[in-house]
Nanobody, 109 residues
């Protein structure tokens, strides 16, 4: 059974940085990703990464978000720089149909 556990969510000031981490156990699939859901909005894709390190980012986070992966530790991280208030969301780790429970990131002005 696949389990995904996110960590690193926090309350941060706008302009700050944060690193989210996702620890995966069970069958590890090639593509893993981060999604987010802001209050009152639909969940959206943030970034994905393949086992080989190929990445895809949604346009709104390009240049500020960096997804990375450690295949030996089965972790997927998301580094977020220059945080904006609109980055306030619950961030979820996902692989195929499996989701983590999410990590809350709140950005204050």
């Amino acid at each position: 059974q696949v389990q995904l556990v996110e960590s690193g969510g926090d309350l941060v000031q706008a302009g700050g940085s944060l690193r989210l981490s996702c620890a995966a156990s069970g069958i590890i699939f090639s593509v893993m990703g981060w999604y987010r859901q802001a209050p009152g909005k639909q969940r959206e894709l943030v970034a994905t990464i393949t086992r080989g390190g190929s990445t895809v980012y949604t346009d709104s986070v390009k240049g500020r978000f960096t997804i990375s992966r450690d295949n030996t530790k089965n972790t997927v991280d998301q580094r977020i720089n220059s945080l904006k208030r609109e980055d306030t969301s619950v961030y979820y780790c996902k692989t195929t149909m499996y989701w983590g429970k999410g990590a809350l990131v709140t950005v204050s002005s």
